[in-house]
């Protein structure tokens, strides 16, 4: 079976200060992988995906980018955190790529002071 | 462009009665897939439900089912015999099939929060 994980669980962070958010999915190989986020309280909204290694899409542009060094690991990072930035972070892979259906990690979830 | 809408904010049902959730999209894709995802206390999402666009019968899973109304262009979403784990936040999506298959892309609605009282 797949599982998809997502570290750190919950960070607290400066204004201006960088950011790494990891996820990892072990038993699916090649997976599509993507970024979402979602506001407190508000709706999903997609950032980034990535088909293969090395190979991301921007989807929306927040000050923030993602990388896909291994083929199970996808990374959301910043150098200079925003309070905009604050949300709940979420990686996802699609089983059915026909469909687009997407499974979620636990999420992190990521306060900016 | 395409839009999802959860009209209703919130909701509140007892415990083992059921509950419908409202869902409206607009879309000019003729074919398309719609999701129901549940997001629990602890953040984490779950994909309940699909619907496809071309399928006539309502989906079911469980005591999930699927009201698919598509000349209204209404997804609603049936819970039987409510639980109390069964409080969430629940969010309806869309995937058009011209968006790229590879792009994962869902455009979500803003959820509706479920409270299941004893």
């Known amino acids: 079976a797949q599982t998809i994980h997502q570290w750190p669980v919950a960070e607290i962070k400066a204004v201006g200060s960088p950011l790494s958010l990891g996820c990892t999915i072990k038993g699916k190989s090649s997976p599509n992988l993507y970024w979402y986020w979602q506001a407190t309280g508000g709706t999903l909204q997609q950032l980034f995906y990535s088909i293969t290694v090395g190979q991301v899409e921007s989807v929306v542009q927040l000050n923030l980018s993602a990388s896909r060094p291994k083929d199970d690991q996808f990374i959301l990072s910043t150098e200079k955190l925003l309070l905009s930035h604050s949300g709940f972070y979420l990686c996802?892979?699609?089983?059915?790529?026909?469909?687009?259906?997407?499974?979620f990690g636990e999420g992190s979830k990521l306060t900016v002071l | 462009a395409q839009k999802v809408t959860q009209t209703q904010t919130s909701i509140s049902v007892m415990e083992k009665t059921t509950v419908t959730m409202d869902c409206v999209y607009e879309?000019?894709?003729?074919?398309?897939?719609l999701f129901w995802y549940k997001q629990t206390a602890s953040g984490e999402i779950v994909f309940l439900i699909r619907?496809?666009?071309?399928?006539?019968e309502n989906a079911t899973v469980g005591h999930y089912s699927l009201n698919f109304q598509k000349p209204k262009s209404s997804i609603g979403l049936i819970i039987t015999a409510t639980q109390i784990e069964d409080s969430a936040v629940y969010f309806c999506?869309?995937?058009?099939?011209?968006?790229?298959?590879?792009?994962?892309?869902?455009?979500f609605g803003h959820g509706t929060i479920l409270r299941v009282h004893p």
């Open positions: 879309t000019q894709d003729s074919s398309y897939f």
């Open positions: 999506a869309m995937r058009e099939l011209n968006t790229g298959a590879n792009t994962g892309k869902l455009t």
């Open positions: 619907q496809d666009s071309y399928k006539k």
């Open positions: 996802a892979w699609s089983r059915d790529k026909n469909t687009g259906q997407l499974y």
